[in-house]
């Protein structure tokens, strides 16, 4: 194969750049994340009844969907959470691979079979099937920094104006809004109810008699009558909008002819939907809205999406009103794949410097250089037809790659220069001879190469998740490295190295003395090893030595699943006892983020403060903290990094 591209260096040249352009698209088009997608897929159910305890949620909503929860493909199991305030919650987790869009669809049809048993209640809410993703991708919080707007007011914008657009956004998956929008709260009186001996029922029924849109018709409509004149919709009889249009609705005529209206028996407000949730940003009132990363999406160009959004929906913001963001997981994955790209073009940097030492000929060292970015690009082409993303992991594989992948092309390089030295040969015959002579090596180097790190990529369970991609990252660039030793770097020997003239000895400075360094070294290194063949048994004592400090030290190293480290945010969470109040709840997070706005000031730049709701469920006694950090130049000690700070 290598003869075919040596008498056709254009062909080789052009499929280098064919294979570099394909990488160039992929890297466009792949999605970028800290790691890979670990948790299997998840269908998620929620609803809510309104006013149900926990066990009524359990045994009338809970209980029918689960029961019609068979027969789904790649079902592992199924975990569901009803909390006092009427809300419930069925993940419903699936093997690895299996499809979350076909997942949901047959989720979908299996609840519409549970429906018919559901109450009428849950029904009319509606129920809402989504792909869970549990990790909060970025949480957006509104501050009213001249205190016109109440919490109450923010969390209603929040839902009226931010929460669709945002949503819709390409990329975000699903999203949490910490409070609600406003309602029309009725408040009923039961002694005023029993004195006009009506019902809550009686009241519900009024209600929904009265507060209707009525499609009136038309004057004029076709077929009209001859010379008509006008055109016009009859608007008939509207929802209400106002506190006193509610209080006006008829309940009751009695026997004496006097009317019970709805402001008899009830206190008529305008409030909350909801008062199960509510937030406060650095203590103060406020409203948030958690947003979550859609499965195998793009989380920078996303947040670069919602940012955009939301500076277009800002020009509209009403006066004093500013955006804060108590958790934003983009820098830390920016910094990381920046951190790893600026290492991946030093270990390029530092190849080059290396080979230009020892080779000491710029034309046999360019040849080496050439083919990292023709593999590095070939593999993220890899990366984007297994469906894999740029994350550290892929990243990290391509680093130590990098000093893999070149030991093909020096192999090459250098037996070719041997070949022309010693058999004074031109380069396209040295090139000839010297790939007939180690092909068979470069391949046995791919697959002894491919055996050490392939196995990885058949482990099961999240393990195998993580690695994969690493696996299969590093055995691609090692496969192309071969391909390209044997494809792209005979014909660049054959074209651009030059046959070394007899009798030309001159050396450049550095290099004599390099060369003379490394001869000296070379000659203590092998009287080192002679001496140690002598004391055999002393040399292995010493290595038995060293081998059981490395055992002692590897059973003292901590353990974890994923690397600890400084994300610039931090996570609370506060169970109170059964029973807590949201009043409770609301002091003790007023508590904690006291404490963090003055004793850690210097290292917390907002907190984020939930009460009715944390990561274990929603309850009175549940209270949720987001914090975010400032920028690592501001914290500079390890005491204040996010694992110091938790660990104080």
């Known amino acids: 194969m290598s003869d075919f591209f040596i008498g056709r260096p254009v062909f080789a040249w052009v499929l280098g750049l064919v294979l570099m352009l394909a990488g160039a698209l992929a890297i466009s088009q792949l999605p970028v994340a800290q790691y890979p997608s670990i948790a299997p897929p998840q269908i998620s159910i929620t609803v809510v009844y309104p006013g149900a305890s926990a066990q009524t949620v359990a045994d009338t909503v809970v209980r029918p969907i689960n029961q019609q929860m068979s027969g789904l493909d790649g079902l592992e199991y199924i975990s569901s959470t009803a909390a006092s305030s009427g809300a419930m919650e069925i993940d419903l987790t699936f093997a690895q691979g299996t499809d979350p869009n076909i997942a949901q669809v047959q989720v979908q049809n299996k609840l519409s079979l549970a429906e018919a048993n559901l109450p009428v209640e849950v029904t009319q809410q509606g129920i809402k099937v989504t792909k869970s993703v549990k990790n909060f991708m970025l949480i957006i919080g509104l501050i009213s920094t001249d205190g016109s707007m109440s919490a109450q007011d923010i969390t209603d914008y929040i839902a009226s104006n931010l929460q669709d657009p945002l949503s819709r956004v390409s990329g975000v998956g699903d999203f949490t809004l910490f409070g609600s929008e406003y309602a029309m709260r009725i408040w009923l009186d039961p002694d005023k109810l029993y004195k006009y001996a009506l019902t809550a029922g ?226 396209v015959d040295a090139t000839r001879k010297s790939m007939g002579e180690i092909s068979g090596a470069l391949v046995g180097i791919a697959l002894v190469l491919s055996a050490v790190f392939l196995p990885m990529a058949f482990l099961g369970g999240s393990t195998g998740v993580i690695y994969r991609q690493f696996s299969i990252t590093i055995v691609s660039a090692m496969v192309l490295s071969v391909l390209v030793a044997l494809i792209l770097t005979p014909a660049l020997c054959a074209t651009l190295l030059k046959p070394k003239m007899p009798g030309k000895t001159e050396q450049f400075r550095p290099f004599a003395w390099f060369n003379s360094g490394f001869a000296w070294t070379n000659l203590h290194y092998a009287g080192g090893v002679t001496r140690m063949i002598g004391a055999s048994l002393w040399s292995m004592l010493a290595f038995a030595l060293i081998a059981a400090c490395m055992v002692l030290l590897y059973t003292r190293l901590p353990t974890g699943f994923l690397p600890d480290e400084d994300q610039a945010f931090l996570f609370g969470q506060v169970t109170l006892p059964p029973g807590a109040t949201a009043e409770q709840t609301r002091a003790v997070n007023k508590d904690v983020v006291d404490y963090l706005l003055t004793a850690e000031k210097a290292n917390v730049n907002t907190a984020l403060s939930v009460t009715g709701f944390n990561l274990a469920g929603q309850a009175q006694n549940a209270g949720f903290l987001a914090m975010s950090l400032k920028s690592w130049s501001e914290r500079p000690r390890a005491s204040q990094s996010a694992a110091g700070g938790r660990n104080r």
């Open 202 to 427: 009686d009241v519900t029924t009024a209600i929904a008699a009265e507060n209707i849109q009525v499609s009136s018709g038309e004057l004029g409509g076709l077929p009209s009558a001859k010379g008509q004149r006008l055109d016009a919709t009859i608007i008939g009889p509207s929802r209400f909008e106002t506190p006193k249009q509610f209080e006006d609705i008829l309940l009751k005529v009695t026997t004496n002819g006097s009317q019970v209206l709805l402001r008899d028996v009830a206190r008529v407000e305008l409030g909350a939907q909801s008062y199960s949730t509510s937030a406060l940003i650095n203590n103060k009132p406020g409203g948030a809205i958690a947003l979550k990363l859609a499965a195998g999406a793009n989380q920078l160009s996303t947040e670069t999406a919602v940012r955009a959004q939301l500076a277009r929906l800002q020009r509209y913001f009403p006066p004093g009103l500013q955006i804060a963001y108590p958790l934003d997981t983009e820098p830390f994955i920016t910094l990381s794949i920046t951190e790893v790209v600026k290492t991946l073009f030093e270990a390029v940097g530092l190849v080059f410097v290396v080979m230009y030492i020892f080779l000491q000929n710029f034309r046999a060292t360019l040849i080496p250089t050439i083919a990292v970015p023709v593999v590095l690009l070939g593999t993220f082409g890899v990366l984007s037809v297994a469906g894999y993303s740029i994350n550290t992991l892929t990243m990290l594989a391509m680093v130590l790659a990098v000093g893999l992948l070149v030991d093909d092309a020096i192999v090459v390089v250098e037996n070719v220069e041997r070949v022309m030295a010693e058999e004074t040969l031109s380069p």
